[in-house]
């Protein structure tokens, strides 16, 4: 029996991941359960539902810890009690786990600031919008864009960074106040569905020419990539990080060797490779 | 001693026209000030299309405002609203989507499902005698839940149906060819068509009349020989289609129904409520009020994001203003 | 008797939006004398003495008191300087006891201050009601308990402040005859002992039995202060209303028809009715007597389903009906209006208008659930001119009128509703001579026109003037029945105390 | 008349008392009841660390339902609580991580910040007579946003201080020795501290004499002559202050002030303290019952999650035993 504790479960990302854990789970003939609190700020509610899954006896457990640090007490029991712990998403700042199965979201978005920059000619204004200004997963996808602009691309200005809690409705409303503010907006970074699906929305309703890049995969990212609305977005592996957790628990418990990191990976995509094979697992809906 | 009342009469009637034309006027002038001091800092805010996308903006927040004016004014409070109208989105979603119905049985049902549980929460208020901060924040659970359940955790796109887009984001009233950009989306249109016919369900008609009779002393209507039950379940009713119309615009409008959104909607559009003159205490209020509340939140939240105010610090001005309209308001109030 | 003067107030105005309350009135009072303010309803008495209180500010004037000059800018300076209020409306905390109403604000404390000391509290609060005769818990909670207790309680902790002025604001109007010789006691006591009092009272026996002095306000004016021996109480109304009244009298013996319109068999609930049976005929004022919880305001809450009964059978017009709720009644044409017109009467957020139709809206309902505005506002005035309600418009607020005005307006609810049986409990509580007269002549034309009309009172002599047959109640039990020449004050004081043989 | 009254009197006091020692035993009861059926449908529920781990979740919104439940008896709401609480611990860190003062008086900062808030609450209140929901709802957003501003909007971790990770997990009731894993952590020694401390103030002082006849009739208190201004000041003062008990609780029990944490709590305490016979129109309430009102909460989540109920059906069943608690706790009153 595995618990993961993941950050969340109402977003399609979370749910991805699950999925991916579940797929395992029967794979790998373990009875894996998931939750997560309803939103990232929630640590204490996370660390209480740590603590239920410990009271359940698990043979291992899976973390994508909301602080890293806040954890470390509850893993040292499980530590001392003999339970594996597999990081994932987000890695703590321990080496109880033994292993950690993570995207590199800071690379990721250097990434996306690279295509970004080559889209709109390396010159201009662009702006981001961030779900959240507290969870790691924001912190990381905001700073490795920014700090890859600001270190390679000296002729483009970030004019805006806002904050839409991944709130489709709330991100929509903010990114048409942040166009307006800056008419000559050229290209905007969704950093993550939610904040993807705002600026595409805005962008529609206010007719403006602007490079969307947008983070994770879903339904209307696709159709927008596919449909040239959006130039392209950044993919995780949700599935792959679910997956490999749970793979990585099992062979942590038959004894084996596990690599410190095991990196799920992330990939650019747009309308020229979407439609590869490879790419058909990691665009979920 | 009728002629020696008289002369009071005429004196306080007009005075009292007077008060309450200008309590009106004023509550406009605070959302007025507030236009002129952004579009004098920014020339990017006072700009059609901007303006209309405040007026868009406010749509979603402004329609449950006015559904929870009704109870708020019967002394009720929803703490559901917010989730519920995302309920109703999904159910809506799932007609339309997952078993293919038309868009218009979608909408219906939608709106149904809203009233429904309006229905529910008015019985528990007003049959089980339950305090309706505490049923209706059960009830912003369950249906949070059953949204995630209905929904399968994953957003319905209405992907079949094109026209349901339109209901929020297409246009009836489309004057771009005489000034340039002024379209102004459906969602504008319904959200101020919800208004006026609540405000007309609220002033004209016997549920309105209960409506108030019911926050201002309840026990009195009973007395009066009201069926208070069946009234206050109606208003219930009533405040739950109007969620389900906030539902299906915001459905409409990001083209899917999100089944994760909606917490946090319901203080907004009580706060829009309040800074608008209801009293939370029951027996006063107006939908205009609360429409001009709704414009004061956006126009403020707009304004804000135009001038480039950090995150954090428009949290701290946002809750300044709450604060600061509803004191303006009850100085005039107690003026007048 | 003559004693040294202890409060002068003069030039005092006072106007709340819409109405100019208190215009230039002078007042003065005398240390050990009994001073009764008298006027109409709305005349301003109580706005005057609440500014006494330093519950309302004065716009101008001055006040002064024991020679000083004094400012009150709020209830706790009054308190200090030794004026005490028993206010018109009840002021008690609902939810604690008897004695912790009483000594709020002058809690006894031990350890240092820092705690309740409530065994001391009770032991006093228990002195103070064996002082006014009150047979009371002191740990007993407010709402479980009658208005007329309520009121005890209220005087009781007026007395315990030892005022050297004791304002009281129509402290009678929910007691009864036993209750109010028992005040007077008090209040000769504490005249004896050099307390001022000011009493405001609509009652005019009373005024007679207790006043030494009587200054009259109409209108938010002052227009006379007399010695009570010197004049004759038709010589004081006329001074409050300012014209003459016909005195009327209902000429005994015309009963009404021999129509049983109502009739209840054996009803119960709880301890408070024991099984009542009684019945009316059309055209009659029957009359409820009874002393303080004697189950009057139980049995009619009952016929009008407010509570629930335990059993019991109901006919109107011959017909058994089930009456479960109010709305029940109001269908098959009862009315009932109650005793608490705050709580159980009015809408006090709402205007005078809609409070009138509110409870025949059917009336008014145009297409679609639409009120029609004209009508009720046509009926609104026209009840507003024939029981002079007094009040700056229709869309003044019912909360800013005055007691007796509001006791109007509800009255004007239920004549709306055309109800053929209408039970008037305590209507003229709180009302001023003339409007008393109004309200009697009101239940008269009823009566005339057909109507049934039950009427509970506490005050013995308007039950006797008005009513053709009177039941009195004693513990839940209806104890006799009067008729005619049978119906005195003693009659209905011994039924009233015929308590159930144990 | 005297005689007669007697009667009734003694019978209502003897109901009285009994219903009252009853209605304790039943709020405690379902509580009962609950365990029961969580310790016979699976057992890994009714263990001792389980059952520490339940307590221990407990503390944060009992100790913050403590702090409502005045304020509640008042007749008002506070819907700051939530993010007051981190405001506290994000002063605390800045004290003690930032500026390097000695543990002591970062706590005590902490709660000085809480009372202070508090205070101004009251004062926006009592002063100003602004509705406690909006004045409320208006500091969540202002303390909301602050705590950002000035934590920088990142986690303040205690990393030098190892002592202040004690006072919530550390332990001063250590029976591990005679019974295994029983060791109460002081989180939960301080959340019934401050309980006891509460209800002795509720029951006995002056001040919750006051908060009890505010509640109840605050116009009757006034004309008492009681400075009602200046004691419900005080009251929201205190609860200010308890909020900081479960700031310093929350921040020590996670090693780090997180600055966007907090929303939401606020109607988790709200509802412990509904659930718990603390009524929402002011007047009534127990410390105990919050108590054991906060205890239903998380009994019940900690029990689903045991038994891997799926999150969303949690979230539903939740809100159907919210609704379902006040139900019986009113069933209970009308009886009594
Ligand atoms: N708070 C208020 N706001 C507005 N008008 C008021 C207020 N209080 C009193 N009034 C008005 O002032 C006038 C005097 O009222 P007051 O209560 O002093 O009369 P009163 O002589 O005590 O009458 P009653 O015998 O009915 O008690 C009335 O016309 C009343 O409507
Ligand atoms: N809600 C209640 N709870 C408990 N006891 C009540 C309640 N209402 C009335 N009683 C009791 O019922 C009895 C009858 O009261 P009721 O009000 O009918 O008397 P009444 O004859 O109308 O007297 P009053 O002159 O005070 O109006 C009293 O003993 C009273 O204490
Ligand atoms: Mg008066
Ligand atoms: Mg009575």
Redesign the interface.
């Known amino acids: 029996y595995i618990p993961l504790i993941s950050k969340g479960f109402q977003h399609q990302f979370w749910q991805a991941v699950k999925m991916g854990a579940e797929q395992a789970g029967r794979d790998f003939k373990v009875t894996v359960t998931f939750e997560g609190p309803e939103s990232e700020a929630m640590v204490d509610k996370q660390i209480d539902m740590l603590t239920a899954a410990l009271a359940k006896k698990p043979q291992a457990i899976g973390l994508a810890a909301l602080d890293s640090k806040a954890a470390i007490p509850l893993l040292k029991k499980a530590q001392a009690a003999g339970i594996p712990v597999i990081a994932f998403d987000s890695g703590v700042d321990s080496d109880i786990p033994v292993t950690t199965c993570t995207t590199d979201n800071i690379a990721a978005a250097a990434l996306a600031a690279d295509r970004m920059a080559a889209l709109i000619g390396g010159k201009g204004d662009i702006a981001i919008l961030v779900h959240d200004q507290t969870s790691r997963t924001g912190i990381d996808r905001r700073d490795g864009f920014v700090n890859r602009i600001k270190a390679k691309y000296p002729n483009i200005k970030i004019v805006s960074i806002q904050y839409g809690g991944g709130d489709h409705l709330k991100s929509t409303d903010l990114a048409k106040a942040v166009m307006q503010a800056n008419p000559n907006l050229k290209g905007y970074f969704g950093a993550n569905e939610g904040s993807a699906i705002g600026v595409l929305n805005a962008v529609r309703e206010m007719k403006r020419k602007v490079v969307i890049i947008g983070y994770d995969a879903g339904k209307q990212q696709k159709d927008a990539v596919r449909s040239g609305e959006m130039a392209g977005a950044i993919t995780q592996n949700p599935v792959g990080i679910g997956y490999r957790t749970v793979e990585a628990a099992v062979k942590a418990l038959k004894g084996e060797k596990l690599p410190k990191i095991i990196d799920t990976g992330f990939l650019w995509y747009d309308l020229s490779n979407m439609d590869n094979p490879e790419f058909i697992p990691l665009l979920y809906d | 001693m009728s002629t020696i009342a008289e002369k009071p009469v005429a004196a306080a009637s007009a005075q009292k026209f007077g008060s309450s034309a200008t309590q009106k006027l004023l509550a406009f002038g605070s959302l007025v000030v507030m236009l002129i001091i952004f579009s004098l800092a920014t020339p990017n805010f006072f700009r059609v299309d901007n303006m209309i996308s405040i007026m868009l903006s406010t749509a979603v927040a402004g329609v449950l405002g006015i559904g929870v004016t009704f109870v708020i004014i019967t002394g009720g409070i929803d703490l559901s609203i917010g989730t519920l109208m995302t309920f109703c989105a999904v159910i809506t979603g799932v007609f339309i989507t997952n078993w293919h119905f038309p868009v218009l049985i979608g909408v219906l049902a939608g709106l149904l499902t809203g009233s429904l549980i309006g229905c529910c929460s008015g019985v528990l208020v007003s049959k089980l005698k339950l305090p309706p901060f505490i049923v209706t924040l059960g009830m912003m659970l369950i249906v949070k839940g059953l949204s995630l359940v209905i929904s399968g955790t994953k957003p319905i796109y209405f992907v079949d149906t094109e026209s349901f887009n339109l209901i929020a984001m297409g246009t009836m009233l489309d004057l771009s060819a005489i000034i340039p950009d002024f379209a102004i989306p459906n969602a504008v249109l319904i959200f101020f068509g919800v208004a006026a016919i609540a405000g007309f369900i609220l002033n004209k008609t016997v549920l309105g009349r209960y409506t108030f009779a019911m926050g201002s002393n309840e026990e009195a209507v009973r007395l009066s020989g009201v069926n208070v039950d069946a009234w206050k379940i109606g208003i219930y009713t009533l405040s739950g289609a109007i969620v389900g119309v906030a539902g299906i615009l915001i459905a409409s409008r990001l083209n899917s129904a999100q089944p994760a959104l909606g917490q946090g909607y319901e203080l907004d559009a009580i706060a829009a409520a309040v800074i608008g003159g209801v009293s939370l205490s029951g027996g006063e209020g107006t939908i205009l009020g609360t429409v001009i509340g709704a414009f004061i939140m956006s126009v403020l939240i707009n304004g804000l994001r135009i001038l480039n105010v950090p995150q954090e610090w428009q949290t701290v001005v946002t809750g300044l203003i709450v604060i600061f309209a509803v004191y303006t308001d009850n100085l005039r109030r107690r003026k007048g | 008797m003559l004693s040294e003067q202890l409060l002068r107030m003069e030039g005092i105005n006072k106007s709340f939006?819409?109405?100019?309350a208190l215009k230039d009135v002078r007042f003065e009072a005398r240390a050990g004398e009994v001073h009764a303010l008298l006027g109409e309803n709305g005349a301003g008495k109580s706005t005057l003495m609440k500014i006494l209180?330093g519950?309302y500010s004065k716009d101008t004037g001055r006040i002064i008191y024991k020679g000083k000059e004094i400012n009150l800018p709020?209830?706790?300076a009054?308190?200090h300087l030794g004026i005490g209020i028993i206010?018109q409306e009840l002021?008690?905390?609902?939810?604690?006891t008897a004695a912790?109403?009483i000594f709020?604000?002058r809690?006894p404390?031990s350890l240092l201050g820092?705690?309740?000391d409530e065994k001391q509290m009770n032991e006093d609060a228990k002195k103070l009601f064996a002082m006014l005769?009150?047979?009371?818990?002191p740990?007993?909670?407010v709402m479980?308990l009658v208005v007329a207790?309520q009121q005890m309680i209220e005087i009781a902790?007026a007395l315990s402040f030892n005022s050297g002025l004791l304002i009281m604001d129509e402290p009678t109007a929910a007691l009864n005859d036993?209750?109010t010789e028992e005040l007077f006691r008090i209040i000769r006591h504490l005249k004896d002992g050099g307390v001022g009092i000011i009493y405001i009272s609509h009652r005019m026996d009373e005024i007679k039995k207790i006043a030494d002095r009587i200054t009259v306000m109409r209108?938010g004016a002052w227009i006379d202060t007399v010695n009570a021996a010197d004049v004759e109480m038709d010589q004081i109304i006329n001074m409050m209303?300012g014209r003459k009244l016909d005195e009327m009298s209902r000429a005994p013996g015309v009963t009404g028809s021999d129509e049983v319109v109502l009739s209840v068999r054996n009803l119960n609930r709880g301890?408070f009715i024991k099984d009542a049976c009684f019945e009316v005929h059309r055209g009659e004022i029957l009359g409820f007597a009874g002393?303080?919880?004697a189950g009057r305001t139980e049995v009619a809450r009952a016929v009008?389903g407010?509570d629930r009964v335990d059993s019991g059978e109901i006919f109107i017009c011959g017909k058994k009906v089930r009456i479960r709720?109010?709305?029940d009644?109001?269908?098959h044409g009862v009315g009932?209006l109650?005793e608490d017109r705050k709580?159980?009467?009015?809408?006090?957020?709402?205007d005078v208008e809609?409070n009138i139709a509110?409870?025949s809206?059917e009336k008014f309902?145009g297409f679609?659930?639409?009120?029609n505005?004209k009508a009720t506002r046509k009926t609104g005035a026209q009840f507003v001119?024939s029981l002079?309600i007094?009040?700056?418009?229709l869309?003044?607020k019912v909360r800013f009128l005055s007691g007796g005005n509001q006791q109007k307006v509800i009255i004007a609810?239920w004549i709306v509703?055309n109800s053929n049986i209408l039970f008037f409990d305590e209507p003229t509580r709180g009302i001023d001579v003339?409007a008393k007269f109004e309200v009697y002549k009101l239940l008269n034309r009823l009566a005339a026109e057909g109507k049934t009309v039950i009427m509970i009172s506490s005050e013995m002599l308007e039950v006797i003037r008005l009513c053709t047959r009177v039941l009195v109640m004693?513990?839940g039990r209806i104890t006799g029945e009067l008729s005619g020449d049978e119906i005195t004050q003693e009659n209905i004081l011994r039924l009233a105390?015929l308590?159930e043989a144990n």
Do not use: W
Request: glycine fraction near 10%; proline fraction near 4%; charged fraction near 25%.
């Open positions: 939006p819409g109405v100019n209180a519950v709020n209830p706790r009054a308190q206010h002021n008690l905390a609902q939810h604690l912790q109403n709020i604000g809690e404390r820092l705690m309740l005769r009150l047979d009371l818990d740990r007993t909670r479980d207790k902790k036993k209750e209108d209303v301890g002393l303080m919880g009008f407010a709720q109010p709305r009644a109001v269908k009932y109650s709580r159980f009467g009015l809408a006090l957020g709402m809609a509110l409870a809206m309902l679609g659930g639409v009120v505005r001119e002079a007094k009040t700056p418009s869309a003044q609810k509703r003339g004693c513990e105390t308590r």
